[in-house]
C-alpha cells in the first residue's frame, strides 16, 4: 500500500508544528520561574549566523503552510513574522496547524508532479510535489524545528528526544 502525498504531508507536520509547541511551552515555564525575559529566549541564537529562536519558529511554520498550499496548487497566505512573546508564537503556530487541518485529501493527493516554483533572493527553484516535500519541505521543517528544540535545550531548557518526538 502507497502512502498518498496528503498522508505523507499534512497529519507529520501537524505533528511536528505540536511537538514544537510543546517545546515552546517548556522555554517560556523556564523563562517564568528563572525569571528570564522572554526576549532573552526568543532572541537566542545557537551561533552569531543563525536565526535566533523566533525566527526559527517562524519559518518551521512557514515551510509547513507553503507545503499544504502549495501541494494543493494555492498560493500561500502571507504572515507578519511579528511576533515578540512565546504567546503570539504558540498563535501562530496554532493558526498554521488549523490551516493545515482544513485540507482534505482530494487536495494535496495527485500533487507528486505538480510543478512548484519558489521565488527567491537568488532566483527562482523550481520542484515538482514530491521532491518539494521530501526533498525541500520536510527536511527544512525538521531543521527548523530542531534548531529551536537546541537553543532551549542549550539555554537549560529541560527537554529530551521524547519532547522533541512527542512521546
Do not use: W
Not at 512557514?62 to 502571507?78: C, I, N, T, V
Not at 515538482?128 to 525541500?136: A, D, K, M, Q, S
Request: net charge neutral; aromatic share 8%; glycine share 8%.
Amino acid at each position: 500500500m502507497s502512502v498518498s502525498m496528503y498522508q505523507a504531508s499534512v497529519p507529520v507536520l501537524v505533528r511536528a508544528l505540536t511537538n514544537l509547541s510543546a517545546v515552546l511551552k517548556k522555554g517560556e515555564e523556564h523563562a517564568k520561574t528563572r525569571n528570564i525575559a522572554e526576549e532573552v529566549l526568543l532572541n537566542t541564537r545557537i551561533t552569531p549566523d543563525m536565526f535566533p529562536l523566533a525566527r526559527q519558529v517562524q519559518i518551521a511554520t512557514d515551510m509547513a503552510k507553503g507545503a499544504a498550499y502549495r501541494l494543493s496548487g494555492e498560493q500561500p497566505p502571507a504572515m507578519a513574522d511579528d511576533e515578540t512573546t512565546f504567546e503570539q508564537l504558540q498563535q501562530r503556530i496554532a493558526k498554521v496547524i488549523g490551516m493545515l487541518e482544513a485540507f482534505k485529501p482530494e487536495q494535496i493527493d495527485g500533487s507528486e508532479e505538480r510543478a512548484i516554483v519558489l521565488k527567491g533572493r537568488t532566483g527562482d527553484r523550481h520542484f515538482t510535489g514530491r521532491p518539494y516535500l521530501f526533498e525541500y519541505v520536510m527536511p527544512n521543517v525538521y531543521f527548523h524545528c530542531t534548531t529551536a528544540y537546541a537553543i532551549l535545550r542549550g539555554a537549560g531548557v529541560v527537554v529530551g528526544k521524547s519532547d522533541f518526538l512527542g512521546h
